[in-house]
């Protein structure tokens, strides 16, 4: 504790004014942003208040099933019921009847007198496990002024920390029709600058497919979807590119040999390096059409092993 009040006010700091830099004056309060000490004082701060969840008896969480086909016979019956989540500022609590609304309100209000911290009702999302539209739950949080609500008749999915919630068939496929939407416009947009082939693999892979590594990590999405992925990335990188590549180069391994037309198209290309990584597409991005291709479009047995496991 003393290492973290002297870190916190024991610092200084200089003001650049101009390319000139003031004298260090003493920081008494508050911490800069992106200040590495944040994130952890917040976990210090938001403990007790999970706390006074996990402990309160009122609040009977959610407990998993004990799985069978798992052969687990020397873990316990039962386990320990799961009543709150954290990341962050943001928390995920499990409430099975409205009365443990009133008891999580409660907890809030003392938490916040105790902390100043506040309850944004604005963002709160109230989701049915079951799908079902619950009646009695959407007066009591329309009472509380919490008139966010997600079942099985909304067309999209609830999203916690980027992952989708769905309680119905159509609300995954239209949640990986607005990942393509967007990755399609980000390329569309980006296609007007005037990359290189090795500028356009580096966006590709850190700002297009990006954005799907966060959600295919723990989602089994069908074949047709990774096609259509690999669609857009492929239109995105031959844009504007003459002569085109073939997309038998592209997905060329390293120390390949070139082609008779890509050495000749690109005569300064290394002879012995055409893949994806070499210097004809970038030093540093095989894995872009790679992956979109091999990894992805055609990895049924790999998402079969994640179920299984």
């Given amino acids: 504790m003393t290492a973290i009040l002297s870190l916190f006010f024991g610092t200084s700091l200089c003001i650049n004014v101009n390319g000139f830099l003031t004298t260090s004056i003493q920081q008494a309060r508050g911490l800069r942003q992106g200040d590495p000490l944040s994130p952890l004082l917040f976990n210090l701060a938001i403990e007790p208040f999970l706390r006074s969840i996990w402990s309160s008896s009122l609040i009977s969480g959610f407990t998993f099933p004990r799985s069978i086909q798992l052969g687990l016979s020397n873990l316990a019956r039962s386990s320990p019921p799961v009543k709150a989540l954290a990341y962050a500022n943001d928390v995920l609590v499990f409430?099975?009847?409205?009365?443990?609304?009133?008891?999580?309100?409660?907890?809030?209000?003392?938490?916040?007198?105790?902390?100043?911290?506040?309850?944004?009702?604005?963002?709160?999302?109230?989701?049915?496990?079951?799908?079902?539209?619950?009646?009695?739950?959407?007066t009591m949080l329309n009472a509380n002024r919490i008139l966010q609500w997600h079942d099985n008749k909304d067309?999209?999915?609830?999203?916690?920390?980027?992952?989708?919630?769905?309680s119905s068939t159509q609300q995954m496929p239209n949640y990986l029709d607005s990942i393509i939407?967007?990755?399609?416009?980000?390329?569309?947009?980006?296609?007007?600058r005037g990359l290189s082939i090795q500028g356009r693999s580096v966006v590709a892979n850190s700002l297009l497919l990006s954005r799907i590594w966060h959600s295919i990590r723990i989602l089994c999405p069908p074949q047709s979807f990774f096609q259509r992925i690999r669609s857009i990335i492929i239109k995105f990188l031959r844009c504007k590119n003459f002569p085109s590549v073939k997309f038998q180069d592209c997905r060329r391994p390293r120390y390949a040999a070139l082609s008779p037309s890509v050495a000749m198209a690109y005569p300064g290309a290394p002879i012995?390096?055409?893949?994806?990584?070499?210097?004809?597409?970038?030093?540093s991005s095989y894995a872009i059409l790679y992956l979109c291709t091999d990894l992805l479009a055609f990895s049924d047995s790999a998402f079969t092993f994640f179920r299984k496991a």
């Avoid at 506040?118 to 009695?136: F, I, M, P, Y």
């Fill in 272 to 283: 012995d390096a055409p893949g994806f990584d070499s210097g004809i597409i970038c030093y």
């Fill in 181 to 192: 939407t967007k990755v399609k416009r980000h390329a569309d947009i980006l296609a007007q």
């Fill in 155 to 166: 067309p999209t999915a609830a999203i916690y920390l980027g992952y989708p919630l769905t």
């Fill in 95 to 138: 409430l099975k009847g409205p009365t443990e609304l009133q008891v999580l309100l409660q907890l809030v209000s003392l938490y916040g007198r105790a902390s100043n911290a506040k309850l944004n009702r604005h963002k709160t999302l109230a989701v049915s496990l079951s799908g079902e539209e619950q009646l009695e739950w959407r």
